[in-house]
């Protein structure tokens, strides 16, 4: 098998809501689906830690059709458990998204009230360039911007 690409990243949050303000609202992203799913039976049923009777599932994007999207999910009525985790952890530790302006992107979001966890000084490099930052999103889980060029 080839795999031709990531179609999507799924997150699970703790407060959908709130993850919109930061996805949505802050960083621009598109809502194109917003539903409730039964997760009691099916396939569903057996890929959870817990029993969850329903989701919610959000898709977001950069614009319809683009690939990959994000897919956030919480279940409403229900408290999850576990907690984000750092890059010297086992499991996916952030993604990452490619922008044209890093340096624009990281004050707007400063500006913003976002947090820059060791504020942009802790990325920019001896020549004084930054190429790349985290942020950390509502839930705790890093996200990263990069200009293409990072490893």
Known sequence: MKARGISHIAV??????????FYRDILGMTVSL?????TSTGSRAYTYKHRRDTRRVVHLSWGEGEEPYLVM???????PDGQPIKLDQIGVSHFSFTVDDVVGLA?????????????????????????????IDPDGILVQFDSGSTA
């Open 12 to 21: 699970c949050v703790r407060d959908l809501d709130k993850s919109l303000e």
């Open 34 to 38: 917003d539903a409730i799913q039964d």
């Open 73 to 79: 999910t919480c279940h409403p009525g229900d408290e």
């Open 107 to 135: 004050n707007e979001l400063v500006a913003k009230g976002v947090e820059i966890p060791g504020g942009i000084e802790a990325f920019t490099n001896r020549d004084g360039q930054l190429s790349a930052f985290y942020v």
